[in-house]
């Protein structure tokens, strides 16, 4: 399997711009999970999903942030304005129901909001 | 506070020494105990888990809950170069559907 994967790895734009994150996770993982790291904040949860349904979002800062999953394979994270405190790494993961012990995360996209 | 306290490091080791990472929790109801290591520029990726408490061991790597103290412990022995990178403890219980909650993740530096 080629694990998760995360589109673009980097991604530089102006304030006030739209981004869009992808993910695609690992075939057969029912749950996927947005992460976002920073420095000061170490790994947040911002939402997850079971089966396509967004289960809790209550880590998305603000309404500025959307995540979608319209099928079992793909998923998007999008910050519409962006600000320059999004700059951030944003991980996303996934893994089997079952599996409560552990997610595969994919590489990341570094974000930078200038 | 926090619920899962970890800190940050840097930790700064020669090669071959034995390496004590640790965290705290407070929530009791916490049933699953990783361990993530995190290279440089790359996702996390899980190096050891344990369910409830005990010990659990892999290669040069030891795992130890303690519940009681709400206390968990990653042992390194024998550390090498290839070992320096960020860990972080994660945590997960039946609350909140197994959502699994980091700590900060300390900096190990191995140095030959």
Redesign the interface.
Known sequence: DAG?IQSPRHEVTEMGQEVTLRCKPISGHDYL?WYRQTMMR??E?LI?F?NNVP??DSGMPEDRFSAKMPNASFSTLKIQPSEPRDSAVY?C?SRRTGD?????????T?LTVV | QKEVEQDPGPLSVPEGAIVSLNCTYSNSAFQYFMWYRQYSRKGPELLMYTYSSGNKEDGRFTAQVDKSSKYISLFIRDSQPSDSATYLCAMSGPTGGFKTIFGAGTRLFVKA
Not at chain 1, 101 to 107: D, N, P
């Open positions: 998760v999970f170490g790994l949860l997850y079971n289960i809790d991980f993961a409560n012990y552990g997610y595969t995360f994919g590489s990341g570094r």
